[in-house]
């Protein structure tokens, strides 16, 4: 362990000694919940396997650099504030709340990156970076870009941009503090890589600014009151934990507890959708909630922080909420591939057992948000179940975020998609990049974190969590202990441990035996097995296998082990089918195929055509086979074959059906894919082409069409394949005129999800429009369109360009307003408007 580690583990390290070892409460009262674990830093295990370590090369030689060149408009948004302060107030930034913790959230990932891979030319650029974020904060602390210049008055965007008029006036939805937070979280990451406390400074500087403006009164905001308010964002929280855990500064701390015992107190919003009180968690104290509600990033974070307080401060007050809440998302409201969040219009929590394929949203954020809040829970616990979750969230839902190759996305992780659908924010694949980034820069910082996962250990007890090819050295109270794991894990069953102790020496080694080794894949009510589960694990140390108890979740060795001692743990990996229990009414007559920690699908690529077509009947095991993939971006992944039955231009016929893993789908291009397969014949669908017959709406309407132009183009359901597409008509406008409109009308008895609008651009007469807005008809009344929080009115070339409603809508018609580009027409080639099948 390098000298930077032990001292920013320290005062970690010496809090949980000094709660191991002492039956007296703390000086908040608070009693003892005994010695709690220590996670293996990620930098302190050296991976060498064939799964995570490209993925961390790929991370560092592809997904930072190009993730940090996309987030230039934040650094620039930065410099103009600092030069704002210098006086300079000719160039101002544009209005924006968030796009400062996209920046933060991948200067986190390089900063980790760093630490495991030292790089000078990256550090000299997060330096620069580092520089500008240090002259763009107030002498106060404050560092808030709309705010600080104060074009956020300008912004005209839903609740004005969603950032209030002023400093800490709209703490509800102007990410102040969750900005910050990222901004703590990564300031700590470079510090830790580095030992450059430069951007700590900057950190320590904003929290100690927060304290005395929520808690004691600042008579430069909110009129000299505390604020005493929670942000409406989490993230902050866990931030402020991570803060006390390397400077040893318990306000930090303190501050943490605080804002979680704030919330559902002090301030309870008032409305529907983004303005409920369940949107942001404030509908309850936290210590009194029971359910998982609202936006599932949100609440993941909540309750991250929630565990993590329990932990460092051995307070119960929290554990019976987040029991309930746990079980509440892994027995009604978890996707088989730990996805969270499951509605479209508030990006989170619908109703329990509402868990929808092609619909379903599950925004990789909140698989990260499960894997961080499963991982605490498990520090916390010491119990396997919750790194059963966050194993499963992890190599499916959250590695699904991101290709191989590193550079393109998934925001949104449906359970099937039929290939010409926009699902993810107007694309129907994987996406370089989206307006609102959460999603790949929680990805750069993920990723580089896992190996600090793999274990965990108290003074006498070693717990091996996750598997893959590593080293590590861990101290315990009688001397460190060197392990080297070999493994091809999550496609082979047999890891082996090598066991080095600095002397003979006792200790507990704990092994984790996953759940889906055990009866069923993932923990909680709403998935299981089909037939019969024998449990066929087995361990052996020194080539004998032995018995071992199995104590929550883990195989539990207790001996005296000497330098040379071997362990074999053999989780055996047969292929699995799936049934989710009857409540889950989407899933009913389907199944769903697992292999070790793997969830599987089928993809057009591999199936001759749209894989809806199959359906799985009597299926014989003895004809299930795996196969290594021998070439390609998918090379050395295990894919499955299976007999299915499949719906064709001659009827039913018996038809082989190839799966690989979910998160390896969309890398060989857009198509079908499905994982919950139909088990009865008259469930499937046999498509004919991507056009659908007949218009969508009733009417359509423009100010004017060219006679190039068809306003059919509108309606007829044709999906481009760019926007200079030529082979489907376009409606385009006249060229004489600055404005324009269309008009749509619509079923004025459906909630509209979404409206997707693709332009067409043909780089001479007709291109991007330069501005557009919605309005739409109700009482025959045109109403201002207000679209959802995180959404804009974007012009993106090649792709779907979606706003969400801001509150629930039925409309009799919508009204698409443009405004031109130098005088050029504008043109559309199609616009579709989705509706809720999900009704809240």
Not at 221 to 245: I, T
Not at 415 to 435: I, M, Q, V
Not at 510 to 516: C, E, F, H, N, S
Not at 653 to 676: C, F, H, Q, T
């Amino acid at each position: 362990m390098n000298r930077l580690t032990i001292f920013t583990l320290l005062p970690l390290v010496i809090f949980l000694f000094t709660k191991c070892n002492s039956t007296e409460s703390t000086d908040n009262n608070l009693s003892s919940t005994g010695c709690q674990l220590v996670p293996v830093p990620f930098n302190e295990v050296s991976l060498e396997d064939n799964f995570w370590k490209p993925r961390l090369k790929t991370q560092a030689e592809t997904l930072v650099p190009f993730a940090l060149n996309k987030t230039i408009p934040a650094v620039e948004n930065l410099r103009k504030a600092a030069k704002f302060l210098k006086g300079d107030t000719s160039d101002l930034p544009f209005a924006h709340r968030y796009i400062s913790s996209d920046l933060y959230k991948v200067m986190e990932g390089a900063a980790l990156i760093l630490m495991e891979n030292p790089d000078p030319e990256l550090e000299k650029q997060m330096d620069a970076i580092i520089d500008i974020i240090a002259d763009a904060q107030r002498e106060d602390g404050y560092l808030y870009v709309a705010h600080i210049t104060g074009v956020s008055k300008d912004h005209d965007s839903w609740g004005g941009g969603g950032m209030g008029d002023k400093p800490y006036s709209f703490v509800l939805h102007s990410h102040e503090l969750y900005n910050m937070g990222h901004m703590y979280e990564a300031a700590v990451a470079y510090y830790q890589a580095t030992g450059k406390d430069k951007w700590m400074k900057v950190a320590e500087k904003n929290a100690q600014h927060i304290n005395r403006v929520f808690f004691k009164g600042d008579s430069n905001y909110n009129n000299g009151e505390p604020v005493n308010q929670a942000p409406g964002h989490e993230e902050l929280e866990l931030a402020l934990v991570k803060l006390y855990r390397v400077t040893a500064n318990k306000l930090y701390l303190d501050m943490a507890k605080k804002f979680l015992d704030i919330r559902g107190k002090t301030y309870n919003p008032e409305g529907e959708g983004v303005m409920s009180p369940t949107y942001s968690q404030q509908h309850k104290p936290v210590a009194e909630q029971e359910k998982a509600v609202g936006h599932a990033v949100r609440a993941a974070y909540l309750y991250s922080a929630m565990a993590d307080v329990s932990a460092l401060t051995g307070t119960d007050e929290y554990s019976q909420a987040l029991d309930n809440i746990w079980h509440n998302i892994v027995d009604t409201k978890m996707h088989i591939t730990g996805g969270l969040g499951a509605v479209h219009g508030i990006e989170g929590f619908g109703p329990e057992y509402v868990l929808p394929n092609k619909e379903a949203y599950n925004e990789t954020c909140a698989a990260v948000g499960n894997v961080f809040f499963n991982y605490r829970m498990f520090l916390l616990n010491k119990d396997a179940q919750f790194i059963d979750v966050a194993e499963v969230s992890l190599f499916n839902n959250s590695l699904a975020g991101v290709n191989i190759e590193g550079n393109k996305f998934f925001y949104v992780n449906p359970l099937e998609a039929d290939g010409y659908t926009p699902f993810n924010h107007g694309k129907t694949g994987r996406s370089p990049w989206f307006g609102t980034a959460c999603c790949p820069s929680n990805i750069a910082r993920l990723i580089p974190q896992v190996s600090g996962m793999m274990y965990a250990h108290t003074e006498d007890e070693i717990y091996v969590t996750f598997y893959a090819s590593n080293s590590t050295n861990i101290p315990l109270k009688e001397g460190r202990v060197s392990i080297r794991q070999r493994s091809d894990y999550p496609f082979d069953e047999k890891i082996n441990l090598s066991l080095t102790p600095e002397k003979k020496q006792k200790f507990t080694l704990k092994l984790r035996i996953p759940t889906w080794a055990r009866g069923q894949f993932v923990p909680g009510e709403l998935y299981n097995y089909l037939g019969n589960v024998v449990e066929e694990w087995q361990v052996k140390v020194n080539d004998k296998k032995i018995k071992v108890s199995l104590e929550k979740g883990f195989a539990v060795i207790n001996r005296t082990w000497q330098p040379g001692d071997q362990v074999e743990l053999v989780l055996p990996m047969r292929v699995r089918l799936n049934k989710s229990i009857d409540s889950v009414k989407a899933n009913t007559n389907r199944i769903a195929i697992t292999r070790g920690p793997l969830v599987y699908c089928a993809e057009e690529v591999d199936n001759s055509g749209a894989v809806q077509r199959f359906y799985l009947d009597d299926l014989n095991q003895s004809e299930v086979k795996t196969q290594d993939i021998p070439v390609g971006i998918l090379k050395d992944v295990v894919s499955i074959s299976l007999p299915g039955k499949s719906n064709g231009v001659n009827g039913i016929k018996n038809e082989k059906l190839k799966l690989i893993p979910y998160y390896a789908w969309d890398n060989r291009g857009d198509g079908s894919m499905i994982v919950w397969f139909p088990t009865k014949s008259d469930m499937i669908q046999f498509a004919d082409g991507n056009s659908m017959k007949g218009g969508r709406y009733k009417n359509v309407r423009a100010s004017s069409t060219s006679k190039y132009g068809s306003l059919g183009a509108i309606s007829d359901g044709r999906r481009p394949m760019n926007s200079s597409d030529r082979t489907i008509p376009a409606w385009t406008s006249n060229a004489d005129e600055n404005s324009h409109w269309v008009k749509i009308g619509l079923d004025p008895n459906k909630q509209i999800r979404s409206i997707n609008v693709y332009w067409y651009d043909n780089n001479k007469s007709v291109i991007i429009p330069a501005k557009w807005s919605m309005e739409y008809m109700k009482d025959n009344t045109w109403k201002k369109f207000k679209i959802y929080v995180t959404d804009s009115f974007a012009k993106q070339k090649d792709q779907y360009n979606v706003v969400h409603p801001g509150e629930e809508l039925k409309c009799d018609a919508i009204r698409i307003n443009i405004t031109s580009n130098n005088g050029a027409a504008v043109g559309i080639l199609d616009v579709d408007v989705q509706y809720e099948t999900i009704q809240l």
